[in-house]
């Protein structure tokens, strides 16, 4: 259905997941600027969330804004498709990273 | 602000992220500012909101491009949505910038090759559009004539070639006129020669100009302070004079008391000085006649009472016709005013419009350059038309893959009017600016006569005629190759992988360059018309050296006028009477006794200049803008008075003919012995024969043959012929040979210019001759300082403007030609590069291929010569039927052009033939 998933996609997943009901394309971006320590712009986020929204890992409602410009904010959650996409990325990184504690230090 | 700046961003967003997606993202992003704005301040924001939906737009248009799908999605119903359908879009615009940033050539060489015509005719336009189609300010100007005597006598003489049909009238005439009832009012004018002005600086001489008290108002000229001259200043003296704007400002310094400021003038037509109160100042920007511009009016009474006494006519009329008469029947009902009251000899008359004479007239030689300019247009937007052809073939299998993906033969066909356009608009702008530089050259190396000149300039007409130049140069030759561009079948355009199809008959650019070729010859015929008139005038014998010869003239009426020279108003007016007398008596005595060792000092002074090889004094001398020269009635000895020529004189020195290097053909030059006598310009005249020295013509036109020995007669005075020169022209390198007689001006009373022979450079000595003769007489009024070349350049100034002007549009057309023909060789080359490969791997040797280019390329050159030579020999007659003086159409007139175009020609034929030779067959032939 789709292919392996690429390293932002699933840092974009993520933080979807832990905001929940607040993950608005802005919020994805805050919070990943702010755990992953790295400057990411904008566009970057919202076309990743689209194209996992149209992989079928993300979908996504509008609540109404009628007090801001565009009238509208979508708010992003996983489907199951997206839970199972993100579980295995990490199971991945896990297995991957057994065996190398001595090297690469213990998964926080 | 703010509003403006979200205006913008949202209209980005809502074009490249898609309409499902874009009210969150907007939201979001507004939600952010609005906390960012509060934070850091509304200017931070903005700067942040840029960049922030930058991101956003390069995101989602990297996607799009990801997915090559989208373009037929596009043209589809989702697309229509997310583009709307406007005539220019912005990235039609973006894309065509892109692919000129990766074809820099192309896009400099047209928008040069625009710009180089659209700026030439831009310019001349200007030129056109000031002097020719803007009104006279007159009021009513289309009942104003300038009214001018004929002499039909004249009409033979060469001298008269020029000016027999716009004579001046006499006072009398005038006087008849204004009863006449054809007209409502009369006004006269005059142009007077340079006057002294003693004004609050030191001596300066300035242009004058007697007007009629009803000129001004009638030419519609206001005065800023003070009053016009009155009726009554017509015809008796006057004390008044009226300063000119520029004359105010520059003499007084815009001073706003003015009015009845003296201002103390000395004429040397009427020989007085006395003080004058100006009562007026005229409003900026008076040219009536264009060339001079006067800086002083002055009532034409000034000079009435003496005028009046000779029969001769010295004014220009002016004249306002009655309501509803027109000029023909105006001017047959003076006719016989005029014929009546000039006696002298047989005399019409004729009425021109003002505006022609004034105002249209000086601008007809102006069509020429512009059609000069237009010719020069037209060959570079063929050039650019071929340039957009040979583009258009690199670009088709580019359009052919749009195509495929579902680009609409109309989406194309606006992507390259969008490219067109822009094309248009830079070479445009390129145009204003070339045409910017080239107004500034123009003004400044335009000859005289041309009108209105300084107030030419670039403004919102010359701006808008080269945007429409260059929209319509744009949409006639950029629509050609921009439809055959856009109907190339996308199929056939693949099938060939993308590899040029190869069209055998590239006729449009085939027509191109044959009509580039046609109208560079027509230009360079032009080139050669012009220059060969030049070259022909300036090989004329002028009968002296003009090399080496520098020429200095003094003021003449300087002397009477030094009872107020060297002072300024302040000084002068504090003499005391004691002084004044003291003065005057210095002054008699110099001009009665010292005046020739004044002289002589003069001279020596000069002559001891390094550098100066020998000095001589005359009257006046050849060139100079002043003719000075008078006229006497001679005759031989024991004829009776009435057989009397009228004869040029001219008061030489001994050195004089040296000095000039006129040849002396018999007899021998004046000596100092001759001294003995007197000048026939000495106030106390001696009885006895003088000598004369006599030009050639003069010789044969009394004498016949030698006229050494033999004796002629001016009055009662005797002249023994000593000496035969040369002729020398005067004025003009192309005037006839014009009898003139030298008499000895021993007592260098009448001489005010000396020349000076140099051993080279003439130009470098004129400064210090200038310093010496200060240092030697302050007084000394200064008025020409020039070398004889200056002098002659000056009076060829129009030829030389023609030729110079005829000869850039000529090399700028066989340049643009050439480049043309350059153009087709090479794309033919790489049309053929399978068929010369294949010629060469069957023993084709490199000549055979050149042969094979140059036979190519020939038809096409030959075609354009064909179709040239008879267009260039049409255009000639019709130069000749425009401008006078023109020698007749010789046949290396168009020869020339022929063989100039030729040879342009081989040489733009011989890189691609050189490159058509190298082609190696193994390498092409697998490719």
Redesign the interface.
């Known amino acids: 259905m789709h292919g392996p998933l690429g390293e932002f996609e699933v840092v974009v997943l993520m933080a979807v997941l832990r905001l929940a009901d607040e993950a608005n394309g802005s919020a994805v971006r805050q919070d990943i600027e702010h755990r992953a320590k790295r400057k990411v712009s904008r566009g970057s986020v919202y076309v990743t969330l689209d194209r996992l929204e149209e992989k079928g890992l993300l979908s996504s409602r509008l609540i109404d804004a009628p007090r801001v410009r565009g009238g509208s904010k979508r708010i992003f959650r996983l489907t199951p498709a997206g839970l199972k996409g993100a579980r295995h990325a990490v199971a991945m990184f896990v297995r991957m990273h057994d065996g190398l504690e001595p090297v690469l230090g213990k998964l926080s | 602000m703010t509003g403006w700046l ?1 205006r913008r961003v ?1 209209s980005r967003l809502r074009r490249d ?2 309409s499902d ?12 500012y ?1 906390e960012r704005r509060s934070k850091t301040g509304a200017f931070r924001a903005g700067l942040w909101l840029l960049t ?1 939906s ?7 248009r ?2 799009d491009r990801r997915q090559p799908l989208a373009l037929v999605v596009e043209s589809g119903g989702d697309g229509a949505s997310r583009r709307p359908r406007i005539p220019i879009d912005a990235a039609d615009l973006r894309s065509a910038l892109r692919r000129w940033r990766r074809r820099p050539g192309f896009a400099a060489t047209a928008i040069l090759t625009l710009a180089l015509g659209i700026g030439t005719t831009t310019a001349l336009f200007s030129v056109i559009d000031a002097v020719v189609f803007r009104l006279p300010p007159w009021p009513e100007s289309d009942r104003l004539v300038a009214i001018h005597a004929v002499f039909p006598e004249r009409r033979q003489l060469p001298a008269s070639a020029a000016t027999w049909n716009r004579g001046a009238l006499s006072y009398q005439a005038w006087d008849l006129l204004r009863a006449a009832p054809a007209f409502q009012d009369v006004g006269a004018w005059r142009s007077n020669p340079l006057d002294t002005t003693l004004g609050e600086d030191r001596v300066q001489m300035v242009e004058t100009m007697d007007v009629s008290s009803n000129l001004l108002p009638m030419l519609g000229v206001r005065l800023v302070h003070g009053r016009y001259f009155t009726d009554a200043e017509d015809n008796q003296n006057s004390d008044s004079v009226i300063l000119t704007y520029e004359a105010w400002q520059r003499r007084y310094g815009g001073r706003s008391d003015v009015i009845g400021q003296p201002a103390i003038l000395g004429s040397a037509s009427s020989g007085d000085h006395g003080a004058r109160v100006i009562v007026g100042v005229l409003e900026p920007g008076f040219a009536f006649t264009g060339d001079p511009v006067p800086e002083v009016l002055l009532p034409i009474g000034i000079s009435a009472q003496a005028s009046r006494r000779t029969s001769g006519g010295s004014l220009r009329l002016v004249g306002r016709l009655q309501p509803g008469l027109s000029v023909d029947a105006a001017s047959t009902a003076i006719q016989a005013v005029v014929s009546g009251v000039e006696r002298r000899e047989p005399t019409t008359s004729r009425l021109v419009a003002l505006a022609e004479e004034h105002w249209r007239r000086p601008a007809r030689p102006l069509w020429l350059l512009f059609g000069g300019a237009a010719l020069l247009l037209l060959i570079a937007c063929t050039n650019v038309a071929g340039l957009l052809l040979g583009e258009g073939r690199a670009r088709r299998p580019e359009i052919a893959i749009r195509a495929a993906l579902g680009g609409s033969q109309g989406r194309v066909m606006r992507q390259l009017v969008v490219e067109h356009a822009l094309l248009a608009i830079l070479s445009a702008v390129g145009g204003l600016l070339l045409a910017h530089w080239m107004i500034q050259a123009f003004i400044a190396t335009a000859p005289a006569g041309i009108p209105r000149l300084a107030s030419l300039g670039i403004d919102t007409r010359v701006a808008a005629f080269a945007l429409v130049l260059g929209a319509l140069t744009m949409l006639v030759f950029g629509i050609g190759p921009a439809l055959a561009l856009a109907r190339t079948p996308a199929a056939e355009a693949l099938a060939q992988g993308g590899r040029d199809p190869v069209s055998r008959r590239p006729l449009g650019l085939r027509a191109a360059v044959a009509t580039q070729v046609a109208l560079a010859i027509v230009l360079l015929a032009g080139a050669a018309l012009f220059g060969e008139t030049l070259l022909r005038l300036t090989a004329q014998p002028l009968g002296f050296r003009p090399d080496g010869l520098a020429i200095v003239s003094f003021e003449e009426t300087w002397l009477p006028g030094l009872t107020r020279a060297g002072l300024t108003a302040e000084e002068y007016r504090a003499l005391t009477p004691a002084q004044h007398a003291e003065r005057q008596q210095r002054l008699d005595q110099l001009w009665s006794t010292g005046w020739r060792l004044h002289m002589a000092g003069a001279m020596d002074r000069v002559s001891a200049l390094p550098g100066v090889v020998a000095v001589g004094g005359g009257r006046s001398a050849p060139f100079l803008p002043r003719d000075r020269r008078s006229t006497t009635a001679l005759r031989p000895a024991g004829r009776p008075a009435s057989e009397a020529e009228n004869v040029r004189t001219q008061s030489v020195t001994e050195g004089y003919f040296d000095a000039m290097g006129v040849r002396l053909l018999r007899g021998r030059n004046f000596s100092e012995a001759d001294g003995t006598t007197r000048s026939p310009f000495s106030p106390n005249r001696s009885t006895g024969s003088r000598p004369i020295v006599i030009s050639r013509e003069l010789e044969r036109r009394v004498f016949g043959d030698n006229a050494v020995g033999r004796q002629l007669m001016a009055g009662t005075s005797t002249y023994d012929v000593v000496g035969v020169v040369e002729d020398v022209r005067w004025r003009q390198h192309a005037e006839p040979d014009t009898a003139t007689c030298y008499f000895f001006a021993d007592l260098y009373r009448s001489v005010s210019t000396l020349v000076i022979r140099t051993s080279g450079d003439a130009a470098g000595i004129l400064p210090a001759v200038r310093d010496r003769l200060r240092i030697y007489d302050p007084n000394l009024v200064i008025t020409t300082t020039e070398t004889m070349d200056h002098l002659l350049a000056r009076s060829t100034s129009e030829e030389r403007f023609r030729a110079a002007l005829s000869v850039i549009f000529g090399a700028g057309a066989l340049v643009l030609s050439a480049t043309g023909l350059y153009g087709l060789c090479v794309r033919r080359v790489a049309d053929r590069r399978r068929e010369i490969a294949v010629r060469v791997a069957l023993g084709a040797r490199p000549d055979n291929v050149r042969a094979l280019v140059f036979r190519d390329a020939w038809r096409t050159v030959a075609v354009g010569v064909l179709a040239g030579v008879p267009s260039a020999i049409a255009a000639v007659q019709v130069t000749r039927s425009l401008v006078g003086g023109l020698p007749s159409l010789s046949s290396y007139t168009i020869a020339l052009p022929a063989l100039v175009l030729g040879a342009a020609a081989l040489v733009a034929m011989l890189l691609p033939a050189q490159r058509a030779a190298a082609i190696d067959p193994l390498v092409v032939l697998k490719e």
């Open positions: 979200w949202e992220v898609p997606r874009v009210g969150p993202v907007l939201a979001e992003l507004a939600e952010d609005a922030e930058r991101s956003l737009v390069v995101e989602y990297r996607r």
